[in-house]
């Protein structure tokens, strides 16, 4: 039922480079959607910046892609790596 959600996820995260999609698990109440990701990815000048644009691009994807409305992202950070690293 949810997959083609989880799929939608793992699409909006691809334009991201620097991004690695850990895990993705959803909730419905009420028809609305709540995603909980867990990423890790590259230190950035503005990390929170980074966050926001990742929860809009897969707000914006669910909403185009099914018109479904999304309630809320939790986005979870697992790991920061650092560049050298990588």
Known sequence: MHKPIITIVAMSVQPFDDVILEEVRLHEKQKRLT??????????????????RIQKQVIDDIYEMTEREVFAVHLYVRRLVDGKNA
Do not use: R
């Open 35 to 52: 995603i909980h990701m867990t990423v890790s990815f590259t230190m950035h000048d503005n990390m929170l910046a980074l966050c926001e």
